[in-house]
T-cell receptor, first 114, second 115 residues
């Protein structure tokens, strides 16, 4: 079945540091890929997505590129801020099957310190 | 416009009791999902509704769990004879159409604690 594996946290960085959160997936077809973020005390919200190979999703300074050859969708940000402290979830939904439920990774908690 | 809303925000119940959790999706969204977020299991899919089609129940963990969606809008997730392992945050999401890659919009969740 489909699955998502992301690096375990917690990740602690100083403000303005470079961030990478690794995410790899296993899928039988050609999925769409997502990063969702959960800020403290808030619900899940979409951060960015990519629907086909080589697409790059970007938002709020975060980027992730859909790499079919390595089945990866790593999240990066060049300079993190304290306000980026949150839990980040990589997820996929299966193409060719209509709208399917999301399959999530286990989440990576990021703490950014001033 | 209004986002996905869920009620109650918190629910404490005793083992063996039934609970009902409610989800109001974004108006006009035809797809509705229930997920469960627990410490040991991460985020798990439970059940999915698309328009008037039969729901996809493949994620329900046992027959104590059921859900309905009335009039293609509001949904209720019911857990019968609750067990302590049912303690989790139950998340509802909706999306505007039956299309792969469509963003799902999540509600704030209902935190369920079974004593």
């Amino acid at each position: 079945g489909n699955s998502v594996t992301q690096m375990e946290g917690p990740v602690t960085l100083s403000e303005e540091a470079f961030l990478t959160i690794n995410c790899t997936y296993t899928a039988t077809g050609y999925p769409s890929l997502f990063w969702y973020v959960q800020y403290p005390g808030e619900g899940l919200q979409l951060l960015l997505k990519a629907t086909k190979a080589d697409d790059k999703g970007s938002n709020k300074g975060f980027e992730a590129t859909y790499r079919k050859e390595t089945t990866s969708f790593h999240l990066e940000k060049g300079s993190v801020q304290v306000s980026d402290s949150a839990v980040y979830f990589c997820a996929l939904s299966e193409r060719d099957s209509g709208n399917t439920p999301l399959v999530f990774g286990k989440g990576t908690r990021l703490s950014v310190i001033a | 416009g209004a986002g996905v809303s869920q009620s109650p925000s918190n629910k404490v119940t005793e083992k063996g009791k039934d609970v009902e959790l409610r989800c109001d999706p974004i108006s006009g969204h035809t797809a509705l999902y229930w997920y469960r977020q627990s410490l040991g299991q991460g985020l798990e899919f439970l059940i999915y509704f698309q328009g008037n089609s039969a729901p996809d129940k493949s994620g329900l963990p046992s027959d104590r769990f059921s859900a309905e969606r009335t009039g293609g809008s509001v949904s209720t997730l019911t857990i019968q004879r609750t067990q302590q392992e049912d303690s989790a945050v139950y998340l509802c999401a909706s999306s505007p159409q039956h299309a792969e890659g469509e963003t799902q919009y999540f509600g704030p969740g209902t935190r369920l604690l079974v004593l």
